[in-house]
């Protein structure tokens, strides 16, 4: 009689670790990832955006466990509400808008985008700022605030 016990103990014991494990593996294969939204500038369109920076995002999916990275293009006029609202987790942007959003939200940046130009790296970005000979008005920096400005966009100085 205990010999027949022991029997049926076993089937259940060893039919209780195979539910185990497979309920393991079941939840191990369908593992939750948190979402990270990535927002991209996109002043020449949301394709664009996409299929420049789309590779950044599947390089991060394929590298970066626990979690998944989406791109989402933001034009000029949305990238504001994106961050107001907590949309975004982080932000591809121009150096200007940077500098702006930088001072009013407490951005912090955790990469700059090297540019190859005839075979030299650089991470700087320069603009010129240049007004007519004949305006005695505008000489330095702190001449500028009350001037009319010409720009690509009033929240981009690049072009």
């Not at 195979?18 to 979402?35: D, V």
């Not at 590779?55 to 590298?63: I, K, M, R, S």
């Not at 001037?147 to 690509?152: F, P, S």
């Amino acid at each position: 009689m205990r010999n027949g016990y022991f029997k049926q103990l076993s089937k259940y014991l060893l039919s209780g670790l195979l539910l185990f494990i497979f309920c393991n593996t079941a939840l191990a294969s369908h593992k939750q990832y948190r979402e990270l939204k990535i927002g991209v500038l996109s002043k020449s369109g949301a394709d664009l955006a996409t299929k420049r920076w789309g590779a950044t995002a599947e390089y991060l999916n394929q590298h970066v466990t626990d979690y998944h990275f989406s791109l989402i293009p933001i034009s000029f006029d949305q990238i504001e509400q994106s961050i107001k609202q907590h949309e975004i987790d982080f932000l591809l942007t121009n150096s200007g808008m940077f500098v702006d959003l930088t001072f009013r939200y407490k951005l912090t940046a955790i990469a700059t985008l090297k540019r190859k130009i005839l075979g030299q790296a650089y991470t700087l970005f320069g603009s010129v700022i240049f007004s007519r000979r004949d305006n005695p008005n505008i000489t330095q920096f702190s001449d500028i605030p009350n001037k009319k400005v010409a720009a690509v966009n009033e929240k981009s100085l690049g072009g």
